[in-house]
């Protein structure tokens, strides 16, 4: 193999074969002549485009547009694409709501929608495009399992808002400004007025929430892990370069097809440790464990949630990026984008630079093609770290004897140690802390959302965000759950906490009162209750019956794993 990892140029019309070509299908070619394939198109590659588009929400739905051009691409480099669509979920929509427990849910109907077509119509390649969270994990699992040539294109980042300051200056903002404004007027501290300036102001037109929430965090880490192109998945929804960049994608997959450059060839273990390593070292969002995790799986690669800690520990956070930073995915790519931070990366070593990206480039070539913004302030110089260490840790302990994951990107308290306040829905939690119930010091405990109790391990941005509002909890209140965090979160907060309460986790043990020690430094999360005494808890407790008798929230109560397990279901 080249150094631009190809294997020499091939037929790429190879897999739809069967499905196009010979007397006997005929029938199958007039299907599709009847839609206007022309024979000429049916005897090309056939490429499929994977479209998550909805109008649902703001982060996908440009995406029509986005898949016309993936389209002339295809077609300019010999192919004939085929576009079919998938779900996708809000999270930001349903966030606070029952809803949200389709979210992560929607991560394995998006997978195997992907699988489902692309097998039954024998595609010899796929471009899957993505915008919402779940979208950019869920494309991928199926990329991995399919395993032709293949790559994943992100929809991309919406533009911040802006709202005048106190001193008449336009400041930039996203939604999770809204949603802490949710929590500070609940509290009084801002009326309906200023409420109305955020809601109107945060989402100014399409593309994914603006900082370095899951959507972002992911589609920058799929592009250090390869299945993404440098360079083309992180221009902004509605930039005027959004075309042409779509456009490449499209002649870069069928380059793909005649190279034979499929997911088994780009995503390795050497390519999941730079995804890991960008995530830590852009404060990204804690969501990206569960996806890595679930990533590795779909491919056979042994990863353990131990190996964020492990990679998150060597690696400097160096981007200022929302939640916990000043500046949103636009100034990132405005500042040289992902080839600039894989460029301070590599010159650390902190990176496998001979990695493979779908461009059928290796990392470090695609990093040496990187242009930095001069003063730009986004993406720091690695002598002048934010923080000498990434913005992911991961606890155990008596409470999450298989782990924990927090963030630390944002936030200075390593040391938290509080009486816990317990709650069995994430709608509890949010009730009291709109009541003025939750005081400082307090260990909010919201259990039963993991994957099975929820199902669907909702996220807390709700209740995290309104702790943030309010100015005497922001920063002396912490939050455990079995459920997760959005990107958008931030402030010490522990989620993924497993095993879940559902199951008979230590959380389930967990009485109003009970001391909880949150300890970064060593890694440790704790219930000050003896091992007895939790053992002797949990012999008299009794699990709760599903919450969904039948369907598809039935059938994945039924199959997921552990959080520690990347909450898979196969």
Not at 72 to 94: K, Q
Request: glycine share 12%.
């Amino acid at each position: 193999m080249g150094s631009n990892g190809t294997t020499g140029t091939r037929n790429p019309k190879q897999n739809s074969i069967p499905l196009t070509e010979g007397p006997n299908r005929a029938a199958a070619r007039s299907y599709l002549r009847g839609i206007g394939f022309s024979k000429e198109d049916l005897h090309k590659p056939i490429i499929g485009i994977a479209n998550t588009w909805t109008e649902i929400g703001p982060c996908n739905y440009h995406l029509r547009d986005v898949a016309e051009a993936v389209k002339e691409g295809i077609r300019a480099a010999g192919g004939t694409p085929m576009e079919f669509n998938t779900i996708t979920i809000s999270d930001g929509i349903t966030m606070g709501t029952q809803g949200m427990k389709a979210s992560l849910i929607s991560r394995e109907v998006i997978a195997d929608s992907i699988e489902l077509v692309s097998r039954g119509n024998l595609f010899d390649g796929v471009v899957a495009i993505a915008g919402c969270d779940k979208n950019l994990p869920g494309t991928v699992m199926a990329l991995c399992r399919l395993d032709i040539p293949s790559l994943m294109l992100y929809g991309g980042s919406i533009a911040p808002g802006r709202v005048k300051g106190p001193d008449g200056k336009l400041t930039d903002i996203t939604i999770q400004n809204v949603f802490e404004g949710i929590g500070a007027h609940a509290r009084g501290q801002i009326d309906d007025a200023a409420l109305e300036v955020l809601e109107a102001a945060a989402c100014p037109g399409a593309g994914a929430c603006g900082g370095q929430f899951t959507a972002n965090t992911m589609a920058m880490a799929c592009e250090f892990l390869g299945i993404s192109p440098l360079g083309l998945s992180g221009v902004a929804a509605l930039s005027p370069d959004k075309h042409a960049a779509s456009k490449a994608a499209g002649e870069l997959v069928m380059a793909a097809a005649r190279n034979d450059l499929r997911p088994s060839k780009i995503i390795t273990r050497e390519g999941i440790e730079n995804a890991i390593a960008s995530v830590a070292a852009s404060g990204g969002s804690t969501n990206a464990v569960l996806h890595f995790l679930a990533i590795a799986h779909e491919m056979g690669i042994p990863l353990s949630i131990d190996d964020f800690d492990r990679i998150s520990e060597k690696t400097p956070l160096l981007c200022d990026l929302k939640p916990g930073g000043k500046y949103v995915a636009t100034d990132y790519q405005n500042a040289g984008g992902s080839r600039l931070l894989a460029k301070r990366l590599i010159e650390a070593g902190l990176l496998h630079a001979e990695a493979l990206n779908i461009t059928g480039r290796s990392l470090a070539e695609e990093a040496s093609l990187a242009v930095e913004t001069p003063g730009q302030p986004v993406i720091r110089e690695l002598d002048n770290a934010i923080k000498p260490t990434g913005g992911l840790v991961i606890l155990k302990g008596n409470l999450a004897p298989d782990g924990a994951v927090v963030k630390v990107a944002g936030h200075k308290r390593l040391q938290h140690r509080g009486p816990a306040r317990v709650f069995g829905t994430e709608e509890d939690a949010m009730a009291a802390v709109e009541s003025g119930l939750i005081r400082p010091n307090d260990v909010v405990v919201i259990r039963y959302e993991g994957p099975k109790g929820g199902p669907g391990m909702r996220e807390m941005l709700l209740v995290t965000a309104a702790i943030a509002g309010i100015a005497e909890l922001s920063e002396t209140v912490a939050l455990i759950t079995d459920g997760r965090f959005s990107g958008a979160t931030r402030g010490l907060m522990a989620g993924h906490v497993a095993p879940e309460a559902a199951v008979g986790g230590p959380i389930a043990a967990v009485e109003e009162g009970d001391i909880i020690h949150i300890d970064i430094p060593d890694r440790k999360l704790t219930l000050e209750v003896s091992q007895g005494e939790i053992e002797s808890r949990l012999r008299t407790w009794t699990a709760p019956e599903p919450r969904f008798a039948r369907g598809v929230f039935r059938k994945y109560t039924d199959s997921v794993s552990s959080a520690a397990q990347g909450a898979v279901t196969n």
